[in-house]
C-alpha cells in the first residue's frame, strides 16, 4: 500500500509492528552496547541543542498563542541546560546495573529440574504523555536499556520538540548499526492515533500514560493492553504538633515551589491545629512571598486574617482539597490531631506522595505504617519522590497502582520475568 494512502490505524499499527520486529536484536545486546548506545544518544543530544531548541520554540509559541498554563509551559520549554540535564539522565541510565538477565531466584527441585526466574525485557512499550519532550528521551533511555522498543506519542503540544528528539535518537541507533524502528514516535497521528495505540494489543506488551488526569483516566478506560497508571499527584505534607518550624518552612517551600508543574509537588498543606498559631502566619509568609496563592479552610482564614502575612487568601471550596494544581496555589487546612490528618489524606489522595514533618517517633511511625500511598516520607519534600532522586539514573513515570509495579519506575521496574527450566530428560510421572 502506498504510505500516503495509509490510514491513521494502518500507519500507527505498521509503527508498532516495526517496533516489536526492531527488538529482538536489542534483546540480544550485551550491557557494554546498550551504555555505549545511550552515550552516544546523551552525545548527540548536546551536539545539537541548537537545532532541538529551535524546534520547541515553535511549540512555545503556538503554546503562549493557545494560553496555556504556566506550570505546562514549564514543562513543555527547552533550553540548552534542560537538554544538557536531559543528556546526563542518559548517562545515569548508561551508568546502572543492567537488570536484564538477572536472577530473581532459583532451586533445583528434588527430582534435579534445575529452575531459574530471571529479569527480561518487556518487548515493546507504548508511551502517552503530554507536552513533556523530556520525558521522550528519558522514556527511550530507560526501555533501550532495559531490552525494549519503545512507541511514543507526545501530544501535540510538543510536535516539533518530540520529532525533532526522536529524529536525533533513531540517527544514533542507525549509526551503530540497530534499527531505527527501535524508537517510533507517532505524533503525527494525533488523539486519533493514540486510540489505536491503545488497541495494538500483540503488538505492544504494556502501555504507560503520563500527564493529567483526563490522559490517565482515558487511557485505564479504554486500553485493551495493559496499562501501569501513573496517577496524578494530589500530594500532602503534614505539619505535625512536634515540627521543627524552622526545617518545616524550607521543606514546605521547597516542595511547593521549587518545581510547581510536576507531580510531586505539594497541593495540600495540613497544620495540626495545637502548632497551628504558630506555624500558619510562618508558611504563609514564606508562601507569599513566592507568590503562591492560598485556599484556605475556615480555621486557617481565621489564624491569618490579622497576622499580616501578605498572602492572597482565598476560601477552600471541597473541590480544592482533590486539584493537582500544578501552579502557585495551594490549599490549606487546619487539623485537630494526627487522625484527622489521616482521615483527610484518606480522602483526598490520589495516592502519589505525602509527607509529615514531626519530632514526635511514634507519630511518624504511625503516618509511615498507615498513609497508602506510593511514597510516603518524613521530615523531607515531596520533591524527594523521583526516580533521578532514588538513583535510578531516570524513571518512565510514578505509578500510583499497586500492580505491576509502585511509585517510580526505574530499569528495573520496566522489565518482567521468565522462568527457565533445564532438565535431563524429565517426565512428570
Known amino acids: 500500500m502506498d504510505e500516503k494512502t495509509l490510514t491513521v490505524e494502518d500507519a500507527v499499527l505498521a509503527a508498532a509492528r516495526a517496533a516489536k520486529d526492531a527488538q529482538p536484536v536489542l534483546a540480544r545486546l550485551h550491557r557494554a552496547d546498550k551504555d ?9 543530544l548536546v551536539d545539537r541543542a541548537d537545532e532541538i531548541v529551535g524546534a ?3 511549540d512555545l509559541e503556538a503554546a503562549d498563542a493557545a494560553g496555556i ?38 532451586s533445583v527441585l528434588a527430582n534435579g529440574l534445575e529452575l531459574r526466574q530471571v529479569r527480561v525485557p518487556m518487548g515493546v512499550i507504548g508511551m502517552i504523555y503530554e507536552a513533556r519532550p523530556n520525558v521522550t528521551v528519558d522514556a527511550a533511555g530507560l526501555a533501550l536499556k532495559a531490552g525494549s522498543a519503545v512507541v511514543l506519542r507526545g501530544g501535540s503540544a510538543a510536535l516539533h520538540s518530540n520529532t525533532a528528539l526522536i529524529a536525533v535518537l533513531r540517527e544514533v541507533l542507525v549509526e551503530r548499526g540497530l534499527p531505527a524502528d527501535l524508537v517510533v514516535g507517532i505524533d503525527a497521528h494525533g488523539r486519533e492515533g493514540a486510540d489505536v495505540l491503545m488497541r495494538a494489543g500483540g503488538l505492544v506488551d504494556v502501555l504507560i500514560p503520563r500527564g493529567g488526569a483526563g490522559l490517565i483516566r482515558r487511557v485505564v478506560e479504554n486500553s485493551l493492553v495493559p496499562v501501569i497508571e501513573t496517577g496524578t499527584g494530589t500530594t500532602h505534607v503534614l505539619v505535625d504538633a512536634s515540627a521543627d518550624l524552622e526545617a518545616a518552612e524550607q521543606i514546605v517551600l521547597n516542595a511547593k515551589t521549587q518545581r510547581v508543574g510536576v507531580c510531586n509537588a505539594l497541593e495540600t498543606l495540613l497544620v495540626h491545629r495545637d502548632v497551628a498559631e504558630e506555624a500558619l502566619p510562618r508558611l504563609a509568609a514564606a508562601l507569599a512571598g513566592a507568590g503562591v496563592r492560598l485556599h484556605v479552610d475556615e480555621r486557617a482564614a481565621a489564624l491569618l486574617a490579622e497576622a499580616g502575612t501578605g498572602a492572597e487568601l482565598v476560601p477552600a471550596t471541597e473541590e480544592d482539597w482533590d486539584v493537582e494544581y500544578l501552579a502557585h496555589e495551594l490549599a490549606v ?29 511514634a507519630s511518624q511511625q504511625r503516618f509511615l505504617a498507615e498513609v497508602d500511598s506510593a511514597v510516603v516520607m ?29 511509585g517510580p519506575m526505574g530499569l ?13 530428560g524429565h517426565v512428570r510421572p
Do not use: C, Y
Open 69 to 106: 498554563a504556566a506550570g505546562l509551559r514549564d514543562r513543555l520549554a527547552l533550553d540548552p541546560g534542560r537538554i544538557a540535564a536531559i543528556a546526563q539522565q542518559l548517562r545515569d541510565a548508561a551508568a546502572l546495573p543492567d537488570p536484564v538477565g538477572e536472577v530473581v531466584r532459583g
Open 56 to 58: 520547541n520554540a515553535r
Open 333 to 361: 487546612a487546619v487539623v485537630d490531631d494526627l487522625e484527622a490528618a489521616l482521615a483527610h489524606i484518606r480522602a483526598h489522595s490520589s495516592g502519589h506522595t505525602e509527607s509529615i514533618l514531626t519530632r514526635d517517633l
Open 412 to 424: 528495573t521496574e520496566i522489565t518482567t520475568t521468565k522462568w527457565l527450566v533445564v532438565g535431563q
Open 36 to 44: 555505549a548506545l545511550l552515550l552516544a544518544m546523551a552525545e548527540a
Open 378 to 406: 518524613a521530615n523531607a519534600s515531596t520533591r524527594f519522590a523521583d526516580g533521578g532522586e532514588f538513583g535510578f539514573g531516570a524513571e518512565i513515570g510514578i505509578s500510583t497502582q499497586k500492580l505491576h509495579a509502585r
